[in-house]
């Protein structure tokens, strides 16, 4: 009974169904039958529209259980005049299969079923996988893996550490692993002045004058010199907006909106006592009125340099000849939810076109993927 799965064939199944965040249009019909059929049991765990799927072989509880966690969700194609093949065709041209989800993350998905199918043929006693994938990861998140791992603890499922196979290479393949992530803060400030006409400004008060200020403020600050495993942390304006078109009303409100990426110096709370303080004194230098709405939507992490880390980096760097730097730089991902669970890193394959028009992956790396995670995963349960 040897049943193995082609990883790049099923990156091309899935990648033919278009799931368009929130929507799993058929990838769970593809996994399910080849997981249940190795021997693993798979339960839906959906909540609020989102769809979610958790599969485990081995026993419940077992006293070491590796894990692999990713999404099936993709995000809109754009425009597709734009596209030089059909967005869900998974066509192969030259050795590269193209489509919406190659490497954001369908080929991650692929390569990690593959590995757990082959590697939970000879699964050691009191072990086991499991797989975390949900359908809302580009989505707002909130019933994607966060509803998983509720079910899980209601369920009693464990995990001993857990992989999520989001694409971490930046050009190259096996050149990073990421052990944590800088968090994220939204922020708007509204500034609130009063309405007028130009010609008589010492009749209105103009928020304009306090947004630029404020944004100018913001623009220089620096939050601090970096930490021992992190970058500095950033602060990017991403609007002032009035709405105001007209040449002759000084408007009476102006928002002023920016995001910050920031490391484990600070919380998501600090952050936003700091931004609120600055606000205040902007507002009063002006005598304006400036409200601040912040939303943190993760904190920072870090997984300390450990076993997983030092696994998954010997075998990345056996198997693609590269050594892989362990990173905290780039986006968020689902992994900030995991870290509350257990030990999580991130490794997949190069993320150049993820989000792109003519998003792409080469087929020989999803095969050395699925190469990656099945060493690990028998090393991980040995
Ligand atoms: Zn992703």
């Given at each position: 009974?040897?049943?193995?799965?082609?990883?790049?064939?099923?990156?091309?199944?899935?990648?033919?169904?278009?799931?368009?965040?929130?929507?799993?249009?058929?990838?769970?019909?593809?996994?399910?039958?080849?997981?249940?059929?190795?021997?693993?049991?798979?339960?839906?765990?959906?909540?609020?529209?989102v769809p979610n799927l958790y599969a485990r072989k081995g026993p419940k509880g077992a006293a070491r259980?590796?894990?692999?966690?990713?999404?099936?969700?993709?995000?809109?194609?754009?425009?597709?005049?734009?596209?030089?093949?059909?967005?869900?065709?998974?066509?192969?041209?030259?050795?590269v299969l193209y489509g919406r989800g190659a490497t954001d993350m369908k080929s991650g998905v692929a390569?990690?079923?593959?590995?757990?199918?082959?590697?939970?043929?000879?699964?050691?006693?009191?072990?086991?996988?499991?797989?975390?994938?949900?359908?809302?990861?580009?989505?707002?998140?909130?019933?994607?893996?966060?509803?998983?791992?509720?079910?899980?603890?209601?369920?009693?499922?464990?995990?001993?550490?857990?992989?999520?196979?989001?694409?971490?290479?930046?050009?190259?393949?096996?050149?990073?692993?990421?052990?944590?992530?800088?968090?994220?803060?939204?922020?708007?400030?509204?500034?609130?002045?009063?309405?007028?006409?130009?010609?008589?400004?010492?009749?209105?008060?103009?928020?304009?004058?306090?947004?630029?200020?404020?944004?100018?403020?913001?623009?220089?600050?620096?939050?601090?010199?970096?930490?021992?495993?992190?970058?500095?942390?950033?602060?990017?304006?991403?609007?002032?907006?009035?709405?105001?078109?007209?040449?002759?009303?000084?408007?009476?409100?102006?928002?002023?909106?920016?995001?910050?990426?920031?490391?484990?110096?600070?919380?998501?709370?600090?952050?936003?006592?700091?931004?609120?303080?600055?606000?205040?004194?902007?507002?009063?230098?002006?005598?304006?009125?400036?409200?601040?709405?912040?939303?943190?939507?993760?904190?920072?992490?870090?997984?300390?340099?450990?076993?997983?880390?030092?696994?998954?980096?010997?075998?990345?760097?056996?198997?693609?000849?590269?050594?892989?730097?362990?990173?905290?730089?780039?986006?968020?991902?689902?992994?900030?939810?995991?870290?509350?669970?257990?030990?999580?890193?991130?490794?997949?394959?190069?993320?150049?076109?993820?989000?792109?028009?003519?998003?792409?992956?080469?087929?020989?790396q999803i095969e050395t993927l699925a190469r990656v995670f099945t060493r690990i995963a028998r090393e991980?349960?040995?």
């Amino acid at each position: 009974m040897s049943q193995t799965v082609d990883p790049v064939r099923l990156t091309a199944d899935l990648v033919r169904c278009p799931s368009v965040t929130p929507e799993e249009a058929g990838t769970f019909a593809i996994l399910v039958p080849i997981l249940e059929a190795a021997g693993f049991e798979c339960h839906r765990c959906d909540r609020g529209g989102v769809p979610n799927l958790y599969a485990r072989k081995g026993p419940k509880g077992a006293a070491r259980t590796l894990a692999f966690g990713g999404h099936v969700d993709v995000v809109p194609v754009g425009d597709e005049a734009e596209w030089s093949c059909d967005p869900f065709g998974a066509e192969i041209r030259d050795g590269v299969l193209y489509g919406r989800g190659a490497t954001d993350m369908k080929s991650g998905v692929a390569a990690f079923v593959a590995a757990a199918v082959e590697a939970g043929q000879d699964l050691p006693p009191d072990t086991a996988l499991s797989l975390l994938i949900t359908g809302d990861e580009e989505g707002p998140g909130r019933d994607g893996t966060l509803a998983i791992l509720d079910w899980m603890e209601q369920a009693g499922e464990s995990m001993t550490a857990c992989i999520v196979a989001e694409p971490s290479c930046p050009e190259i393949m096996g050149e990073m692993i990421k052990i944590g992530r800088r968090g994220s803060l939204n922020l708007v400030f509204t500034v609130k002045g009063v309405q007028g006409h130009v010609a008589y400004p010492h009749r209105a008060k103009n928020p304009v004058d306090g947004a630029a200020e404020l944004a100018h403020r913001l623009a220089t600050l620096r939050l601090d010199e970096g930490s021992e495993h992190f970058d500095p942390s950033t602060l990017a304006l991403t609007g002032i907006d009035t709405g105001n078109l007209a040449t002759n009303v000084i408007p009476g409100a102006t928002a002023v909106r920016a995001n910050i990426r920031f490391n484990d110096l600070h919380s998501g709370a600090s952050l936003t006592e700091r931004m609120r303080g600055i606000g205040d004194e902007v507002a009063q230098a002006h005598g304006l009125q400036i409200t601040l709405k912040a939303r943190i939507s993760g904190e920072s992490f870090f997984t300390p340099p450990g076993e997983l880390s030092d696994i998954v980096a010997r075998i990345v760097a056996d198997e693609t000849k590269v050594i892989p730097v362990l990173s905290t730089g780039g986006g968020t991902s689902d992994a900030r939810f995991i870290r509350a669970h257990c030990p999580v890193v991130e490794f997949g394959l190069v993320g150049l076109t993820m989000h792109q028009t003519d998003e792409r992956v080469d087929v020989q790396q999803i095969e050395t993927l699925a190469r990656v995670f099945t060493r690990i995963a028998r090393e991980f349960v040995s």
